[in-house]
């Protein structure tokens, strides 16, 4: 598993490191902070010493190599077997010495006393680690002190290792809590791919629960259950269709078997015989009409092809429909007009069939001596066709669904006429294919039904 | 009139011989592409119907041959797919035509009938059928004398009628000619077209022209034969 697999083990690995990173700087400031702190110490003990010193060898007229002098400075310096202290007079002689190291020159060149202080150094001899500070005195000494603080450097030595060893365990110690703490807040991600599992065709009615999920997991899991709403939808559209398909060929079906059964029951002249081949015909035609209508629309699914794309000028077309159904419309004294203009880019034979059985339907729900309106207007990139019929009114909670395949507004009414059930799905699936949609409105028993679709952004195929 | 039939299925195919001869066509009837491709190179058909799936050769392969041969007999393709890929490709190959089944038999003949007139069209500007004329160059019906006023597409219909008078038309092609409508159309416009048709031509005469033959399409002849 790679590291990125896994967001307990980024979550946690990212933790440990950041852990560690301060960790680190906290030691780093508190190693620092102790060093200073011992230089101020040193630097303390150093001057105390100096003046101490520098007390004793105040009186000019005795000189350094006194006895009792000499007395005085090994009292005030016993029992520091820490200090070194160099004492030259003004002619460079050694007058007083103390300890066993020797100071380096560099040390002893301050001449300001002020300074010294402040000009603390640090050098190594013989494997000892020492810090000194050195000047000379209005009595005309140079006095030389050093402190061995090898000790010191011991401690933080110690330090050092316990500070890293203290970090390392802290950051170890901080990705296991963080493993942990990953984990458990990971959790309703779990609970949630739980649910997710245990949906299947048969249970999409399960949801994933809203009221205590997290805040951040809120968007995902409504996404989730709107993708569960609109496939539960498709499906129960699909079943409904499954069932409606079946139902559409069992009718037409059973009717054909009795009938056969029927007339095959006793002899029959030939007349007879014809007209019931003649009836079975019919019935059969409008089932092969019906099967091709159903491979268009499940071609359609697919996203339906437009082969040749080519101009159509849209009022050429809605007048040749307008011809073409003109009998069928003065049998109920509908007429028809049609009015503005528009051209797009599309397959013709295909916006012919869209195009027709909107009319189809127009006239089928017309009243009689109402008067069927189209309209073509071309609005910035987009011709909108809306085709308007006066006649039974469409319920606004059916508008939807009678583009649905084999959708009926009367679910009682028996389909007496050649229609298939399928016209307004396959006009549908047709003005997708060309990149634009259909709706429909009803008021006042007006149906238009309004066509969007963009004038040349055909690009081949649409789902 | 002779007709090459190529169809691997023998239910299709049978149905298909029997519909053809009793049309009056003499029909060869063969079942697989390399028979299919011999007759057609050395039979003297008038009209080749050929099934795009079939074995040993299939029917583009079929037409390929004939082509390459120099043989211009016209081609019918029957399809089983309505894929626009296959149409395009048989109409690229030199077919003349196409079906995809399932189809009616009255298409089926009608497009038979439409292919073999090819190139004998001829420029008149009367047609007549019995007492029912049509002046083609001014527009105008007559029936025993007397004036019919038509519409512009009943003019069409009447005409469409008139030229191929005898032959039975299915609605699929009065609606692809007259109103160069090429769609399955589910609502019954041919029908009603024809009867307002008939309104006027026939309804005050004794002998009725316009025949409506069920399950087949319409007829335009002056004797009673059909039923």
Known sequence: MRVSDSIVLRTSLLFSLLTAAVVLLMGIVVRVSVDDHFVDMDRAQLSGKFELIQHVLADKNVPADNVRIRQQLEDALVGHHDLVVHIHDANGNLVFSTGHAAIPNDVLTEKNAENAAKNIQRWTADGMVYRGMATDTETGYHIAVGINIHHHQEFLHAFEWQLLFIGGAGSLIMAILGWFAAKRGLRPVQEMAHIASHISAQQLQERLPINNIPVELLTLAESFNAMLDRLGDSLQRLSEFSSDLAHELRTPINNLMMQTQVSLSKPRDAATYRDILYANFDEYERLARMIADMLFLAKADHGLVIPHAEPVNLFHEATALCEFYEAVAAEKSVTCSVAGNAIIHGDKLMLQRALGNLFANAIRHSHQGSCIKIDIQMKNTQAIITIENHGDAIAPEQLPRVFDRFYRADASRQRNDDGTGLGLAITQSIIHAHGGYITAHCENGTTRFTITIPATTLQGNNG | ???????????????????????????????????????????????????????????????????????????????????????????????????????????????????????????????????????????????????????????????????????????????????????????????????????????????????????????LEADNARV
């Open chain 2, 1 to 219: 009139m002779k007709i090459l039939l190529v169809e691997d299925e023998s239910k299709t195919g049978s149905y298909l011989k029997q519909g053809l001869t009793e049309a009056g066509y003499l029909t060869d009837w063969v079942q697989d592409g390399l028979s299919g491709r011999e007759y057609a190179l050395t039979g003297d058909h008038d009209l080749l119907i050929l099934d795009v799936m079939l074995p040993g050769l299939d029917g583009w392969q079929i037409l390929t041959a004939v082509r390459h041969a120099g043989i211009l007999t016209p081609v019918l393709f029957l399809t089983a797919r309505d894929q626009v890929e296959d149409r395009v490709k048989g109409l690229e190959l030199g077919a003349d035509d196409y079906l995809v089944k399932p189809f009616a038999f009255a298409e089926l003949l009608a497009r038979v009938r439409t292919l073999l007139r090819r190139g004998h069209a001829r420029e008149e500007n009367m047609l007549q059928v019995a007492d029912l004329e049509l002046d083609l160059r001014r527009r105008r019906a007559m029936r025993a004398g007397q004036r019919i006023d038509l519409t512009a597409k009943e003019f069409a219909l009447l005409e469409l009628l008139m030229r191929r008078s005898g032959e039975v038309l299915p609605r699929s092609l009065i609606a692809s000619q007259v109103w160069d409508m090429n769609f399955d159309s589910d609502t019954n416009v041919v029908e009603v077209a024809i009867k307002r048709l008939r309104n006027k031509v026939d309804a005050n005469f004794s002998a009725q022209l316009i025949h409506t033959v069920r399950g087949m399409g319409y007829v």
